[in-house]
């Protein structure tokens, strides 16, 4: 009897991240991930935001919870901001690396490996 050759357990497990990446990179529009973002429009609010954490933690010494720079006289609260607080607080490392602009596109592409491995992983409980 003939033993039958299949795809070694290794390759099976690198296939599904050989397809994400690939599709990845096809779609990812982004050169430079120092200078440049994927979008427009609320991306700008965000990077405002990481910016303002950063001056206002390691600049101002005041609390990035709040700033008074915008809807004066009555300011704003940032902690209302549809990015959480604790999102700008671990974007902070990537933007004295390189910058909002990278902070946010680092922080983008772990987004999307992080959920594909949580969807990967819940799949492969139901699909043999």
Known sequence: ???????????????????FWAFFA??????????HVPAYGDVLEVLWGIRWYA?????NGA???FTPLLYHPAGWHTSTFAFAPILFLI???FHATGGPAFAYNFLAVLGLVVSFA??????????S
């Open 1 to 19: 009897m003939r033993r039958q050759r299949g795809i070694p357990q290794t390759a099976k497990a690198l296939i599904p991240w050989l397809g």
């Open 26 to 35: 096809w779609g990812w529009r982004v050169r430079n991930p120092f200078t």
């Open 55 to 59: 001056e206002a933690l390691w600049v």
């Open 63 to 65: 609390s990035p919870l």
């Open 91 to 93: 974007a902070l490392p």
């Open 118 to 127: 949580g969807m990967y992983r819940f799949a492969r409980l139901f699909v």
